[in-house]
């Protein structure tokens, strides 16, 4: 339970914004226009361990998904290493069929489906093409599979946009399972879909889990799912982590300021009446980040030396992780 | 598609009227081109058919056949006459003579139904002439037209001579037969119906196979350009940009200028002018398609490139090209057409819809009007036809066009 399935260090993805050969020949002559860098995923490590499930959970545009990407190995990555199993991913990716073992439930249920092709091959192909069955055995297999996601056996002639959002989800979930992958990464796997077709959707990836045994990331901003479903969570802003926890502890004594804002924006049910609070501000541009601690614009707590030093991420408690300045450690909550 | 699609599709397919008309239009043109050859009274491309004779004939015309001419030595011996064709030319015409009064001989052409042009004998003996005719002013050759009967008696005051040879020429008149132009002739004799339909075989063919090529090659070059990016991409997207700056009628004027005419080298003109249309429109909607996440899905199940960008990128493009095929068949043969009209494009023994109307251009002064307006009406109604259908096509693609 214990043995690392996958590893991150130090992992960045910047992309270049506008800029072209041309452009860049043009700054020589124009010294303040230097091309834009967007930092989409900024210095992240984490790792997950064989069974386990990792939550990712972040506002919109703060790098979740290209993180879930290049986890995935279908984005490189600009620098840091990558492991799979001890593996670096270069010579891991390498070995189709050993590659198949990382796959991934995308956000949009129909656009994650290609609308020209069958359920059955949808499903199949990968399977087939990798020699993972013979191709005589394919309509079989892709029929267990599909009970399995609970689909019916008679979905393998139709086109995805027969079916229902859940039921395309099932169908994108099926594709996943059939190259019997090891981790499942879950992009807003749920995100797209009704609240009830969303608790279902849950239910078959928990199922799955407890069946196989699979390692997962899930990654959401929402984060009742991810309470419900993640062992350990980690929280980005702006193309960084800063916190990671057991989802218990997280959830119970949140300690960056960002976790503490999001979890007291969660609807909760209780009698009295109560005002949300609104994390003050928007999410700053990711071109053009604040300096030192991304977070400290909308921070209530932050000081002038947020503005200037990069937290790093510091360990508060045994596995849990944060990057503040302010706050060195849980008892220190009580003061502000 | 799904059988519901693909009914779904038809029906608002058959919602504009003149979209069903154009298909029907197209679908005629096509066969038209696949049976031209059974379906042609007579062969154009068989040159020794033509006779010029029936060249410039108009509208309704019938073909005529030539005067036949036989020429003979006879030689008399004794009131009866041996009969020698000089030249072994093909004609039904035949030769006798009989006797008729004393120092009288009839000679007389067969078949009966004749209608003589001229009969002429030559190199009579002295003493014997020929019956109302005229005769050469110095040669002593003797003619008569249109001889009633088609025989003409030899006379003399004398006794004809006991044996003696002469040369006779029969020319008969022109024949009308029951074969009919329906659209007349051009200036060389050739049935203009026949040449219609085998120049809209060789337009269509034309058309089909170099948009088709060009359609292939572009998709192919557009998709590499999609799916490489950067340099890749700068490059055949520049090339693009420098094949659509260029007038296509320029283009295929200056190809066929170095390559000389045929229907091979006017396909590589136009595959030449249009696969940059087809790269263009492969490379945008392969983009798009790229960006969707069932691409990501299959890099993550580890498909080969190819494999993704053609069996799974490619037939989300398709309807797009398909489009724009068929709109190119179109402009394919038009251009076709406009390069035969300016003399480069095809043969003139195997005239494209183009080339006819070229020939019969200099004629057109002379109220010969039918040799350039029948092809020029077909060719129209090809093109606005296939052009309607492409229109239609492309609105249906559309969403937000359509309804």
Redo the contacts between chains.
């Keep these: 339970m214990n043995e690392m399935i996958f590893e991150a260090k130090g992992l960045s993805r910047s992309f270049t914004v506008g800029g072209s050969p041309i452009r860049e020949f043009a700054n020589h002559f124009l010294r303040d226009r230097q091309p834009t860098v967007l930092r989409a995923v900024d210095n992240v490590s984490l790792t997950l361990r064989e069974g386990e499930t990792l939550g990712v959970v972040g506002e919109s545009g703060c790098g979740k998904s290209t993180l879930a ?1 290049m986890i ?3 984005l490189p990555a600009s620098s840091g290493e990558r492991c799979f199993r001890g593996e670096a991913y270069d010579s891991f ?1 390498a070995r ?2 050993d ?2 073992k ?3 439930v ?3 249920p129909l ?7 069958r359920v059955g091959e949808i499903v199949g ?2 399977a087939v ?2 020699r993972l069955v013979p191709r005589s055995k394919a309509k079989d297999y892709v029929v267990d599979i599909l009970a399995r996601v609970g689909l019916p056996a008679d979905s393998i002639n139709r ?1 995805p946009h ?1 079916f229902s959002g859940g039921q395309r989800q099932r169908v ?1 979930i099926a ?2 399972l059939a ?1 019997k992958p090891h981790m499942l990464i879950c992009d807003e796997a749920v995100a797209a879909l009704d609240v009830s077709v969303q608790a279902q959707i849950i239910n078959l990836l928990m199922d799955i889990k407890r069946d196989s045994g699979l390692a997962m990331i899930f990654i959401s901003h929402d984060l009742g799912v991810i309470r419900h479903l993640c062992d350990r969570v980690a929280v980005m802003y702006l193309g960084r982590i800063v916190e990671l926890a057991e989802t218990k502890q997280l959830f119970a004594s949140p300690t960056h300021p960002y976790t503490r804002m999001l979890l007291d924006g969660m609807p909760k049910i209780s009698l009295q009446r109560r005002r949300f609070m609104p994390i003050q501000g928007e999410i700053p541009s990711p071109l053009h980040p604040p300096l030192g601690c991304h977070f400290h614009p909308r921070c209530q707590i932050a000081t002038e030396h947020c503005s200037r030093v990069r937290p790093e991420l510091r360990q508060i408690a045994p596995g849990h992780v944060h990057a503040c300045l302010n706050i060195e450690c849980r008892s220190a909550l009580g003061e502000m | ?2 059988r519901a699609g693909l009914k779904d599709f038809i029906g608002r397919f058959a919602e504009s009227r003149s979209a069903v008309v154009s298909l029907a239009v197209s679908i005629t043109f096509v066969a038209c081109a696949i049976f031209a050859p059974l379906l042609a009274p007579t062969d154009p491309y068989d040159l020794t058919q033509l006779q010029l004779s029936d060249a410039l004939k108009p509208t309704g015309s019938k073909r005529m056949l030539p005067g036949e001419e036989i020429r003979a030595n006879m030689w008399v011996e004794g009131g009866s006459a041996s009969v020698e064709p000089v030249s072994p030319a093909k004609t039904r015409l035949a030769f006798l003579t009989e006797p008729c009064a004393p120092n009288c001989l009839s000679v007389i052409v067969r078949p009966e139904d004749v209608r003589l042009a001229s009969l002429q004998i030559r190199n009579l003996p002295a003493g014997v002439t020929v019956e109302g005719a005229k005769k050469h002013p110095i040669q002593p050759w003797w003619t008569v037209d249109t001889p009633q009967g088609s025989k003409v008696r030899l006379i003399s005051s004398a006794p004809l001579p006991a044996s003696f040879t002469f040369l006779a020429i029969a020319k008969s008149m022109e024949q009308e037969t029951d074969f009919i132009f329906r659209l007349g002739t051009d200036g060389f004799g050739r049935d203009m119906l026949s040449a219609i339909l085998y120049g809209i075989r060789i337009s269509v063919f034309v058309g089909l196979v170099a948009a088709g090529v060009a359609m292939v090659f572009g998709t192919g070059l557009g998709l590499l350009s999609a799916w490489r990016g950067g340099v890749t991409d700068a490059i055949i997207m520049r090339a693009v940009d420098f094949m659509l700056g260029l007038p296509a009628l320029l283009v295929g004027l200056a190809i066929l200028a170095v390559l000389g005419n045929g229907v091979s080298k006017v396909v590589l003109a136009i595959v030449i002018v249009q696969w940059s249309y087809y790269a263009r429109t492969a490379r945008s909607f392969a983009l798009s398609e790229l960006g ?3 691409v ?8 080969s490139p190819t ?1 993704i960008m053609l069996r ?1 990128v490619l ?2 493009c398709m309807p797009q090209i398909i489009v724009l095929f068929t709109l190119n068949i179109a402009a394919a043969i038009s251009l076709e057409s406009s390069l035969s009209f300016l003399g480069v494009g095809l043969p003139l023994t195997r005239p494209s819809l183009g080339m006819l109307i070229a020939s019969g251009y200099e004629f057109i002064f002379s109220h010969k009007y039918w040799i350039s307006i029948y092809p020029g009406v077909v060719l129209l109604v090809m093109i606005v036809a296939m052009n309607l259908l492409g229109d239609r096509l492309r609105d249906l693609n559309n969403p937000r066009l359509d309804r």
């Design positions: 990407r995935a190995g279908i990716l189709k069929r590659a198949l990382i796959q991934m995308f956000q949009d656009s994650s489906l290609n609308p020209r092709l192909e990968a093409l990798h086109y027969q994108g594709r996943a190259v | 598609m799904s969707k996440e069932y990501e899905a299959a890099q993550c199940l580890r498909l494999r799974h037939p989300n």
